[in-house]
């Protein structure tokens, strides 16, 4: 089989630091390729470099055989080189038909536009990939799924013989996941070949023929999946073994925190009934629509549940009916999707972290006192150790993880008694994860207040709950104290009750 | 079918038509020829101007200079003619002329917004103060009511005449068929040129449309130069019209034009201003100001109606959209 692409010895600096290392790389035609590694290990140069949005310092970049010492992004697409970039740059004020042959006119330059042959020719690429979709429909209206499937028919019908796809589930429903594996199939069975960027490990060991570790600029693992496991990839990515202990619970008090009583949302949940005391880390898990998301919401009173009641304390306060309800009562919720939902993403680090108590920050004459702000905000960065942090940067300049450190600190700023973790390790490398996983359980243990996590990572759930409750068909099916649990079993209750929930769906 | 329907043009055609029966309703005269007449005049500026306007909404971002742009190209060329008492110029010259020099003062544009990558409403927000403020400061403040003969001549150039119930004459003027062929060609250049292409495509993602090979820079430096060249001619058709070359004109009136062009669907956020709808939105501004004077309602009221029906008509718009992104 001939490489497509073919490096050897590369390396790249950027104003003295260092990105590309020695890297090795090569694709072969048809091959499902899996680039892993954590964040800043020099993944995104080496795919610019391959698009020609970079330039090498030093190496060998051969492109179908031929040796280039620069290449430049037009002659990058003329070798068939395509590239899926997460925004799928499409123009979205145009229909599916013109995107698709968009980059093949700007590129033959013809003045005019013929739109009967522009249709043809995109009703074409659809049929090679057998995507079913009206080609006059304007790109705003599709779904992020089919907006990505535009964008690979872009790629198909500029001839590509190797498409990069950058993190191109992150966005997706498991079952457009599914769709888009399917997709990546048919194009390995045509001859194309597919460069997978991602931080999914359980995506990655479905999908690929081959896989290749990345750390520090370079090459440090290449295998093809049936030797891996997913644990060697981490050790492979890390360069350590991460063992992460279980977390302990030590019951304080017999009384529970809060109790859930048979709270209902119309076609979401019934009857849910659960318990939280002091100190505890609860999971609560199942698969994808099992009412589990809205379960979250509605304890913070995003989407307030219908019927039900919840104690807190002993105290009966019925349903929680707004976000501000739930803030009186101390219960904190970190979103799943932090940069829209937990931060201000333009704004300063240090001013995230006091976000949420800012209006108790006020001196005699009721305005915002600079003075204990500043304390304030020097006290509660203190609390969670973020590398490489500098308190007036923008939060968007760190990094998945350690953005999600700044909501759990924002959170930790205002002491609450309850906190809700909505899949709080999705999109964050592995070294973080376990970082993140350990103010967690320091947060139960220390200051005793109950944590509910929900998450669909099984080993996540295994270390960091006492306890997991199932979900399957918006009801709790089981229950699981992780002490009595390995994790197959855990996976195999959770399996499960999803057959069960597919076979009367 | 069913996408035309769907359209805001098809929306917009309604509301005129409908607005139209109901005035004709309150006074039949509203439906007479010579009121057709009449607002096809009024329109001529305005509808020149949102040609400009829209093409530079739909490729960079909001502008408000091209009032600015176009008097003070008409007002230097006509003063430099009259007093140098060169009457007899053709108006080809005349022309030339001004839009030589509305595509300078555009290009003036195209450099901060482009080469300095400043946003485009706060450059010609800055532009549009400069250029009234220099034309007044140094060029002049009279009104030049002597224009050069070919000026006059084609103010008085009418297709077509008519004479209403009240016995008083209206006419069809002949810029009116200018304006027109203008917005063919526009049409055909916006959809069915690859340049026309790249400009929806530099509007919508500018980061896009770099990795698509469009080279950005020179895109918007043509729709600069044509945007001069629309302001030139548009300049000279105000001061025609109304038979005076007046250096403080129509300034500050950019909004009902920009209006006009947004209520033609080019939202920003999908960027899809289109020719019909263009024109179809300044009909529907010039048909709801001269109507409400047929129907006697005072001016103040007549600006406070014209802002409710913007504001409906981007109402309807928007909640279209958001439909349409829901599905």
Known sequence: MADIVDIRDMYKSFFGAVALDGMNFSIGEGEVHSLIGENGCGKSTMIKVISGFHTFDKGHLYINGKEYQKITPIESMGEGIQVIYQDFSLFTNMTIAENITMYDAVNKNNKFVNWHKMKKEAKEALDRIKFDIDIDKYVYELTVAQKQMVAICRAIAQDAKLIIMDEPTSALTSKEIENLFKMVSRLKSSGVSVLFVS???????????????????????????????????????????????????????????????????????????????????????????????????????????????????????????????????????????RITEGLHMEQTIADNSISRIIGTLVGKNRLLDKKKIQKKKDEVLSLVHISGMRPLNPVKSLSGGNQQKVVLVKWLAANPQILILNSPTVGVDVNAKSEIHNIVKNLAAGNSIGIIVISDDIPELMCLCNRVLIMKEGHIASESIIKETSMEELEACIEANGKEMGEVS | MKRFIKTNEFTLGIIIVAMWLIFGLVNP???????????????????????????????????????????????????????????????????????????????????????????????????????????????????????????????????????????????????????????????????????????????????????????????????????????????????????????????????????????????????????????????????????????????????????????????????????????
């Not at chain 2, 006009?260 to 709801?288: C, E, H, M, Y």
Request: hydrophobic share 50%.
């Open chain 1, 199 to 337: 931080h999914k490990l359980d995506e990655v060991l479905k999908i690929s023929d081959n896989i290749t570790v990345m750390r520090n600029g370079k090459n440090v693992y290449e295998s093809n999946r049936e030797k891996l496991s997913k644990e060697g990839l981490i050790y492979h990515m890390t360069g350590k073994k991460i063992n992460e202990e279980r977390f302990n619970f030590v019951k304080i008090s017999d009384k529970p925190l809060m109790r859930v009583k048979d709270y209902c949302m119309r076609n979401r949940f019934i009857n849910v009934n659960f318990s939280l005391y002091k100190g505890e880390i609860l999971g609560i898990t199942g698969l994808l629509g099992c009412g589990r998301n809205e379960l979250a919401k509605s304890l913070f009173g995003i989407l307030p549940a219908t019927s039900g009641s919840i104690e807190i304390n002993g105290k009966d306060i019925g349903i929680i009916k707004n976000v501000q309800q739930a803030l009186n009562y101390d219960i904190g919720y970190v979103p799943e999707d």
């Open chain 2, 29 to 327: 005269d509203i439906l007479s020829l010579s009121n057709l007449y009449s607002i096809t005049r009024a329109s001529i500026i305005s509808a020149m101007f949102a040609l400009s306007a829209m093409l530079v909404i739909i490729a960079v971002g909001i502008d408000i200079s091209f009032y600015a742009v176009g008097c003070f190209s008409m007002y230097v060329t006509v003063k430099f003619f009259v007093s140098n008492k060169m009457m007899d110029v053709p108006l080809s010259v005349i022309f030339i002329g001004a839009i030589a020099i509305a595509i300078l003062l555009e290009l003036i544009n195209w450099f901060f917004i482009d080469k300095l990558n400043l946003n485009s409403f706060i450059v010609t927000v800055g532009t549009q103060t400069l250029y009234k403020g220099y034309l007044l400061a140094f060029v002049g403040t009279a009104y030049i009511t002597t224009l050069p003969k070919a000026m006059k001549n084609l103010s008085v150039s009418y297709i077509s005449s008519t004479t209403n119930s009240s016995g008083i004459e209206s006419y069809l003027h002949v810029l009116v068929i200018v304006v027109i062929v203008l917005y063919i060609l526009m049409h055909l250049m916006l959809n069915y040129t690859r340049f026309g292409r790249n400009i929806y495509a530099i509007g919508c993602d500018s980061v896009a449309a770099k990795r698509a090979g469009i080279n950005i820079s020179k895109t918007r430096l043509f729709v600069f130069i044509i945007a001069g060249v629309l302001c030139g001619i548009g300049g000279v058709f105000q001061a025609t019209l109304n038979r005076a070359a007046v250096p403080a004109d129509l300034v500050g009136q950019e909004l009902m034009v920009i209006a006009a062009v947004f209520l033609g669907g080019a939202l920003r956020k999908q960027a899809r201003g289109s020719i019909p709808g263009t024109a179809l939105g300044v009909i529907l501004l010039s048909l709801i100001s001269n109507n409400l004077i047929l129907l006697k309602i005072t001016s103040y009221w007549q600006q406070a109606v014209t802002g409710i029906i913007i504001l409906i008509g981007l109402v309807i718009q928007s909640s279209k959209s958001a439909k349409e992104a829901n599905n």
